[in-house]
């Protein structure tokens, strides 16, 4: 093969990456706008209102006969859409491995939540069990396709890619939600112009999530790829010198069979979770993750009730608020990406990290009735928020061995995008035993300081040439 057959075809292959890549930028651009305008302002704020409709003298509504306050009404709906997502999620993500079909798994979970979410166009008047079913349906399908997108990064990016890859699409997910989030915001204040009621105003800009999601998720499904599954051969091999070590893989990879084969939800975890064991460093980074981010999605999906219920802010100016906030973190993902590349996207994570917990303090202290606090609030949660994510996205993706990227995302998604269920229940277990939402948002603190200390541990370079992958200059 000559020179030039070789370049042809290393350019071709440029050239076809580049051009999933792009696609792959649109499951956020789909997507975000849910969590942007559905689960950070719209849904919570509004779902806590119609349960309020619906409570009892004493402030109560019961689910199922249990009697819940009706300010922790969405938050414990929030962690009851996580417990759905764990009994889901490494089913897909093993099934997704197995058999290579990452792509029509995707767009049949997008298209799950992207329905639920156009059905909230529904809940009104004092639904609020129609509105709580349809959180957790929506959220629930949201973690599943997030944990399918994200286990494409590592086939998508090279090791020196994909920290500039996760920030760009965490990037575009933000731009979108800026976009709706100002067409929101001119029919929320002006549904009298439009001839609707506030509340339709509402259900309108909750529907419409489910119909964008639904529309811009063509576009990665047309421009991404399943790969044949490589599961099998990219699991650790027996030792060709140590016959018990022969005997020993195949029974691991009999038992794994097994357990995918009888065993739903839970135990499929567990077996994912058994096999991560053969590598620690990963799950400590995994544990690290997983409550940190707690706190960052509970902080995302608690601040407009925060904003509303203890600060008495109206809903245009939280509006106002999560807009800045997407606005923001554009730059912040893009910047914080930079900074990754002089820095190590360890360092940076860490360094995000210490604002979080900052910006909490600051938070707990905010006078009611400033709205200029809360938008200086907004702005430092804008410039850390994408950078933080995106970068943990692509950290992770190097500590996943090859083959295994939707099972182990399903373990890393848990905790993602709003759907982290120990912090909303702390926020709403808070609320509930004090009475005050200052209590519970300050209660978040806690994740971020155990994440910052959990991941301080964590030598990278070594987990990552532990999992099989290249270790990349700058880690």
């Given at each position: 093969?000559d020179i030039?057959?070789?370049r042809?075809?290393?350019s071709?292959?440029a050239?076809?990456?580049?051009?999933?890549?792009?696609?792959?930028y649109?499951?956020?651009w789909?997507?975000?706008?849910?969590s942007t305008s559905?689960?950070?302002v719209f849904?919570g704020?509004?779902?806590t209102?119609?349960a309020?409709r619906a409570?009892?003298?004493d402030?109560?509504?019961?689910?199922?006969g249990i009697?819940v306050r009706?300010g922790?009404?969405?938050?414990?709906?929030?962690s009851l859409s996580?417990?759905?997502?764990?009994?889901?999620?490494p089913?897909?993500?093993?099934?997704?491995?197995r058999?290579?079909?990452k792509?029509?798994?995707l767009?049949?979970?997008a298209?799950?939540g992207?329905a639920a979410t156009a059905?909230m166009f529904?809940?009104?008047g004092?639904?609020?069990?129609l509105?709580?079913?349809?959180?957790?349906?929506?959220?629930?399908?949201q973690?599943?396709?997030m944990?399918?997108?994200?286990?494409?990064l590592p086939q998508i990016?090279?090791p020196e890619?994909?920290d500039?890859?996760?920030s760009?699409?965490?990037?575009?997910?933000?731009a979108a939600g800026s976009?709706?989030?100002v067409?929101n915001l001119?029919l929320?204040?002006?549904?009298?112009s439009?001839?609707?009621?506030?509340s339709?105003?509402?259900?309108?800009?909750?529907?419409?999530?489910?119909?964008?999601w639904?529309?811009?998720t063509?576009?990665p499904?047309?421009?991404?790829?399943?790969?044949?599954?490589?599961?099998?051969?990219?699991?650790?091999?027996?030792?060709p010198?140590?016959?018990?070590?022969?005997a020993d893989?195949?029974d691991?990879?009999?038992?794994a069979?097994?357990?995918?084969r009888?065993a739903?939800?839970?135990r499929?975890l567990?077996a994912?979770?058994?096999?991560?064991?053969?590598h620690?460093?990963t799950?400590?980074?995994l544990?690290?993750y997983l409550i940190?981010?707690?706190?960052?999605?509970?902080?995302?999906?608690q601040?407009s009730?925060?904003?509303?219920?203890e600060?008495?802010?109206?809903?245009s100016t939280?509006?106002g608020a999560v807009?800045?906030?997407?606005v923001?973190a554009v730059?912040?993902?893009?910047?914080m990406?930079r900074?990754?590349?002089?820095y190590?996207?360890?360092?940076?994570i860490?360094?995000s990290?210490?604002?979080?917990t900052l910006t909490l303090g600051a938070?707990?202290?905010?006078?009611?009735?400033?709205p200029v606090g809360?938008?200086?609030?907004?702005?430092?949660?804008?410039?850390?928020?994408?950078g933080?994510q995106?970068?943990?996205?692509?950290?992770?993706?190097?500590?996943v061995p090859p083959g295994?990227?939707?099972e182990?995302?399903?373990?890393y998604?848990?905790?993602d995008r709003?759907m982290s269920?120990?912090g909303?229940?702390?926020?709403g277990?808070?609320y509930q035993?004090?009475?005050?939402?200052?209590d519970?948002?300050?209660s978040?603190v806690?994740f971020?300081?155990?994440?910052?200390?959990?991941l301080v541990?964590?030598p990278v370079?070594q987990?990552i040439g532990?999992?099989?992958n290249?270790?990349p200059?700058?880690?």
């Open positions: 093969m030039d057959t070789v042809t075809a290393a071709d292959e050239a076809e990456r580049r051009r999933e890549q792009r696609g792959w649109f499951y956020d789909a997507c975000s706008v849910y559905v689960l950070t849904l704020p509004y779902l209102s119609v309020k409570a009892d003298a402030g109560y509504v019961h689910p199922l009697p009706a922790s009404f969405f938050a414990y709906s929030v996580v417990i759905v997502a764990v009994l889901v999620m089913l897909v993500g093993a099934a997704a491995d058999s290579g079909r792509k029509p798994l767009g049949a979970a298209y799950v992207a059905g529904f809940l009104g004092d639904r609020y069990l509105g709580g079913a349809l959180l957790v349906v929506a959220n629930a399908a973690s599943v396709a944990m399918l997108y994200n286990s494409y990016a090279p890619e994909r500039a890859v996760s760009r699409g965490w990037a575009f997910g933000y976009l709706v989030l067409v001119a929320y204040l002006a549904h009298d439009f001839g609707v009621s506030e339709m105003a509402v259900r309108i800009c909750l529907a419409s999530a489910g119909l964008w639904g529309g811009f063509l576009i499904l047309l421009r991404l790829r399943d790969r044949p599954p490589a599961a099998r051969e990219a699991t650790a091999r027996p030792d010198t140590d016959p018990t070590d022969h893989h195949a691991h990879a009999d038992h069979d097994r357990t995918v009888t739903p939800g839970l499929q567990a994912t979770v058994r096999d991560m064991r053969r620690p460093l799950l400590s980074f544990l690290a940190y981010n707690d706190g960052i999605q509970t902080v995302i999906s601040a009730v925060y904003g509303s219920e600060l008495g802010l109206g809903q939280l509006i807009l800045l906030v997407q923001l730059a912040g993902a893009l910047g990406g900074l990754a590349r002089t190590g996207a360890k360092r940076t860490l360094g990290l210490a604002a979080w938070g707990y202290f905010l006078p009611a009735g400033a809360f938008f200086l609030l907004a702005a430092a949660i804008g410039l850390v928020l994408g933080s995106a970068l943990s996205r692509s950290l992770f993706s190097h500590l295994k990227e939707a182990y995302f399903s373990a998604e848990m905790s709003g269920w120990l909303p229940l702390l926020f277990i808070t035993l004090t009475g005050s939402y200052r519970a948002i300050i978040l806690v971020f300081v155990v994440g910052f200390l959990l541990r964590v370079r987990a532990d999992a099989g290249p270790v200059e700058k880690i």
